[in-house]
């Protein structure tokens, strides 16, 4: 293999070619900086984090592929993955893994001691979130641990301490993970049947397209009521409200149970991501300037 190939292989592996998987993890850490510090965010600690949300995922994709290194090539969408395919080899995988980690730790060292406390239950969630999914029949909300918890980061890199809010803002992306893990999760459920891997799909059977709503549902009362304890305005609430257009643009997708429609129903949470930071951001913006 020539190095041109295994770098392409790598990539892969990192899933750097699909970057939805880096959004969806992106978008918490941009709310928890933006309301950690509204008006005074550190550019320093916003480099820190948008470095190590990339690096984390693509340490997180290449576990993942290791700890289902015998599973993948069964699954029709998964038999081309680099370590499916015999690319990369699975000793050479896990040192890929180590050594992203190892960088997004040395990233998270210029930060204090709280959130290089945070840092080490992030790696640990992610590095065992692959292995969940073999006798938990809700990984999604284990996902939605792992993707969040970069919000309780957020507010410990700027005040040191983690308040009450970070904590509810991670439960709402719980709910969240859940909703638009399940519509992925739909995509593979027969698979997932053959091979014995649990899933929310699995799980919810033929409630799984009221379940994905309700989700997306609790996860958007959850935020709007941050933003009333926040005391954000309306610009934060037109984005909640553009969110919810969104969701209802996912329920028209999902409710045949189509596997390529379950799938675009799940890319397109980026946009809910997008529309709940660009309110939040457009808020704090207006506030700050017109008022700071």
């Not at 998270?108 to 969940?132: D, E, G, K």
């Not at 709007?224 to 257009?245: D, E, N, P, S, T």
């Not at 189509?258 to 808020?283: K, P, S, V």
């Amino acid at each position: 293999m020539t190095l041109t190939q295994r770098l392409d292989a790598y990539e892969k592996l990192m899933r750097l070619d699909k970057p939805i998987g880096i959004l969806l993890l992106l978008w918490p850490v941009l709310w928890g900086l933006w309301l950690a510090a509204p008006g005074a965010l550190r550019f320093d600690i916003l480099l820190i984090f948008l470095v190590g949300t990339v690096l984390m995922r693509s340490a997180g994709c290449v576990i993942n592929d290791f700890a289902d290194r015998d599973f993948d090539p069964r699954v029709e969408r998964t038999k081309n993955r680099p370590l499916a395919a015999g690319l990369v080899g699975p000793a050479e995988a896990l040192a890929l893994a180590a050594v992203l980690a190892l960088l997004a730790f040395l990233l998270v060292l210029f930060l204090n001691r709280l959130t290089i406390l945070l840092s080490l239950l992030a790696l640990f969630l992610a590095a065992t979130y692959p292995f969940i999914k073999r006798f938990f029949s809700l990984p999604q909300a284990y996902l939605g641990i792992a993707f969040g918890i970069s919000i309780p980061m957020a507010f410990a890199a700027h005040h040191g301490v983690v308040p009450a809010v970070a904590w509810v803002m991670l439960l709402a992306n719980v709910f969240w993970a859940i909703a638009y893990d399940t519509e992925y999760a739909m995509v593979d459920r027969d698979d997932d049947l053959k091979i014995g891997v649990k899933s929310s799909a699995i799980l919810f059977g033929r409630h799984d397209v009221a379940a994905v709503m309700t989700c997306h549902a609790i996860f958007l009362a959850i935020m709007a009521a941050v933003g009333v304890w926040q005391r954000l305005g309306v610009l934060y609430y037109v984005g909640i409200a553009l969110a919810a257009g969104f969701v209802a643009h996912q329920y028209r997708l999902i409710r045949g149970r189509g596997r390529a429609q379950c799938f675009t129903a799940f890319l397109n949470n980026n946009w809910i991501g997008a529309a709940l930071f660009a309110g939040l951001a457009l808020d704090i913006l207006f506030r700050f300037r017109i008022f700071g």
